[in-house]
């Protein structure tokens, strides 16, 4: 590499209703080439869910909180506004349906789209079609329906089209160092995963009552076999925060951290054994300790 060399990095969410194939279009992007280290101190609040290098360009795959169409009375203005401010930092959007099928769920998706950043059409499941032409009245019908910076038939499962999908995110993907190093997922990285999930649920489960300066430390990650024995702590700045999170009879902290041991499992693939601790923080911004904890060396 030149020091003349110009390098792009970018953060992409995938949205959809469940069931579309965005998972298995993430996994087929990334392919082995997953990477994900420590993070910078600007690095956004999204889960990041995969990361592409290639050559100059750096795909980041975020996942987007509140794209959950399940949970559809929760979305209520404030679940809205949570959405918006979620695709406030990502430089392109990809809405993902599936080849032909266009119901309310990907209508409700599909009303939560950002007027102001590009948004990508993708149509998965080309596979499925006997005939590739039957893709041309379903497209005439839905680009009718909104603007798209492009639009991109793919068989996520069979992994066709993938690269014509990532030259058309591309040109939207901004000058900029690369955010990730190019290597192996470490312990120190599942730390840092695990981290991101457990405050992914803080937020879900609370939704706007807590502030954005809750934090979330992994106090020890210890790999014993197969299990991994994880300690994480949710830093509050108030004594009432701490209580809002822990709910009545400990019911919303159990769940909270029930629900993040079902995400690290699933992504560690391994079992996990997560404690959750509740702490009022007192002067942490002052400590290089805890800084360096909370990855801010
Ligand atoms: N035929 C075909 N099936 C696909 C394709 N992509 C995904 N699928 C299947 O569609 C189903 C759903 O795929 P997922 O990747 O789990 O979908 P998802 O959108 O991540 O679903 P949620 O996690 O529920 O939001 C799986 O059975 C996939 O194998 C494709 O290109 N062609």
Same mark, same amino acid.
């Given at each position: 590499? =030149? #020091? @003349?060399?110009?390098?792009? @990095?970018?953060? +992409?969410?995938? &949205?959809? /209703?469940p069931n579309v194939g965005k998972s298995t279009l993430l996994n087929h992007l990334i392919g082995q080439k997953i990477s994900i280290t420590s993070r910078k101190a600007? !690095? =956004? /609040?999204?889960?990041?869910?995969?990361?592409? =290098?290639?050559?100059? !360009?750096?795909?980041?795959? &975020?996942d987007t909180p509140g794209?959950?169409?399940q949970h559809t009375n929760a979305l209520n203005r404030g679940m809205n506004r949570v959405v918006t401010n979620s695709l406030r930092e990502v430089n392109v959007v990809l809405f993902v349906l599936e080849a032909r099928q266009f119901d309310e769920r990907d209508q409700q998706v599909m009303g939560l789209l950002p007027q102001d950043r590009p948004v990508i059409l993708v149509i998965n499941k080309a596979?499925?079609?006997?005939? %590739? @032409? #039957?893709?041309?009245?379903? +497209? #005439? %019908?839905?680009?009718a329906l909104r603007h798209?910076?492009?639009? &991109?038939?793919?068989?996520? /499962?069979?992994?066709?089209?993938l690269d014509t999908l990532l030259e058309a995110i591309r040109p939207y993907i901004p000058e900029g160092e690369h955010?990730?190093?190019?290597? #192996?997922?470490t312990? /120190?990285?599942e730390r840092f995963l695990a981290a991101e999930l457990l405050r992914e649920k803080v937020f879900r489960f609370t939704g706007e009552e807590l502030p954005y300066s809750v934090s979330v430390v992994i106090e020890q990650f210890k790999l014993e076999g197969k299990l991994r024995r994880i300690h994480a702590a949710i830093l509050v700045d108030k004594e009432?925060?701490?209580?809002?999170?822990?709910? @009545?009879?400990?019911? %919303?902290l159990k769940e909270i951290a029930t629900q993040a041991r079902l995400d690290m499992e699933k992504l560690f693939d391994g079992k996990v054994f997560l404690e959750v601790f509740v702490k009022v923080r007192s002067g942490w911004a002052d400590s290089a300790h805890m800084l360096k904890t909370l990855g801010y060396e």
């Open positions: 590499m =030149t #020091e @003349s060399q110009v390098f792009h @990095s970018g953060f +992409i969410a995938i &949205v959809g /209703r600007q !690095t =956004t /609040r999204h889960r990041i869910t995969g990361i592409l =290098t290639e050559a100059d !360009t750096q795909f980041v795959f &975020v794209f959950q169409t596979d499925l079609l006997a005939d %590739k @032409s #039957e893709l041309l009245p379903f +497209i #005439e %019908k839905i680009s798209f910076a492009a639009i &991109v038939p793919v068989s996520a /499962r069979q992994g066709k089209q955010l990730y190093a190019e290597d #192996e997922i312990d /120190r990285n009432a925060h701490k209580a809002m999170l822990i709910g @009545s009879k400990g019911e %919303k």
